[in-house]
């Protein structure tokens, strides 16, 4: 994987940075320029302790063994995660997730019912697909969501995540971006399957970006957050089983290795919910402006 990652630096290097050209003879550049901003406007970023980056675990869809796995491992170690969670999985658990709102975790919608692209077999299936439906349907699905929230496990609702990570209805020139409609109803709205920490000073709420964790190795996990720490950024780590299993499953072995190592204060990490960093950060961003 390093080896990956280092040949990816490498190719965006060498597509990306250039030598200087004069912008008359180049109109894209002369494009480019006009919306330019200093890098050194979102350079540096101060957390609590001292810490050099945020990090925040995250877990969708209210999987059963979110409940009967991660819960136990996640309260053992005195972490607080972040759950995106749909109303029918949490009725099949609703005592679990009731306790997990009293151990402080964060509750965040991820509607009500889970539609991506339906190029996913099992929607389809369905008859379900984001190119089918509107910002109507889909302000509806969230609406459904929060109330089940506020409802069964007495937590209001400002955390929203991506189904599949995917921010779009609608299909072709009909295509429209659903992100201004989660930046209305959320405070905060993460994405899912990135290939980038966030810029504290620079990240859109609305649009936080959060990297995988199921089928990782420890090492796998420990060698991505070290590439991506560049700048104090805000890490987001995104799963969705806990136990031992396939592709879509963090291993609970691995995830204790990884509360451990970004626990112990010599690694400079401040590990804490989507929610609580994002507040933060948003605090901090306002004393500056």
């Known amino acids: 994987m390093k080896l990956n990652l280092l040949c990816s ?3 965006l290097s060498s597509v990306f940075i250039t030598n200087p050209v004069n912008a008359k003879e180049t109109s894209g550049l002369a494009h480019a320029k006009k919306v330019s901003v200093s890098a050194d406007a979102y350079q540096g970023f101060i957390y609590p302790n001292q810490a050099q980056n945020a990090i925040s675990l995250s877990f969708d869809d209210a999987r059963f063994s ?3 796995v991660g819960l136990p ?5 005195g972490v607080k995660a972040t759950f995106y969670v749909v109303p029918n999985a949490v009725e099949e658990r609703l005592s679990g997730w009731q306790q997990a709102v009293k151990s402080g975790h964060e509750i965040a919608n991820h509607t009500a019912n889970h539609v991506c692209s339906g190029n996913f ?3 389809r299936q369905k008859g379900l697909g984001l190119e089918q439906l509107d910002l109507a349907w889909l302000a509806e699905d969230m ?3 929060n109330r089940y929230i ?3 496990l007495g937590v209001t609702v400002t955390g929203f995540a991506y189904p599949c990570g995917h921010t779009f209805v609608g299909q072709g020139t009909q ?3 659903y992100v201004p409609l989660v930046a209305q109803k959320f405070t905060v709205g993460r994405t899912w399957n990135d290939e980038t920490g966030n810029n504290p000073n620079y990240v859109d709420m609305a649009q936080v970006a959060a990297v995988r964790m199921d089928g990782m190795s420890f090492e796998q996990l420990k060698e991505q957050i070290e ?3 560049v700048n104090n950024s805000w890490i987001v780590l995104a799963g969705h089983e806990v136990g031992k299993g396939d592709w879509y499953t963090v291993d609970a072995k691995v995830l204790e290795q990884l509360i451990g190592y970004l626990n112990d204060p010599k690694n400079g990490f401040w590990l804490d919910t989507v929610a609580n960093v994002a507040d933060y950060i948003e605090q901090k961003r306002k004393l500056t402006q």
């Open 9 to 11: 630096a490498l190719f």
């Open 143 to 145: 609406a459904i969501g």
């Open 227 to 229: 590439f991506m720490r």
């Open 150 to 152: 506020e409802e069964k």
């Open 66 to 68: 979110q409940i009967d």
């Open 73 to 77: 491992l996640l309260n053992k170690l």
């Open 121 to 123: 077999e099992w929607l």
């Open 175 to 177: 295509t429209q971006s």
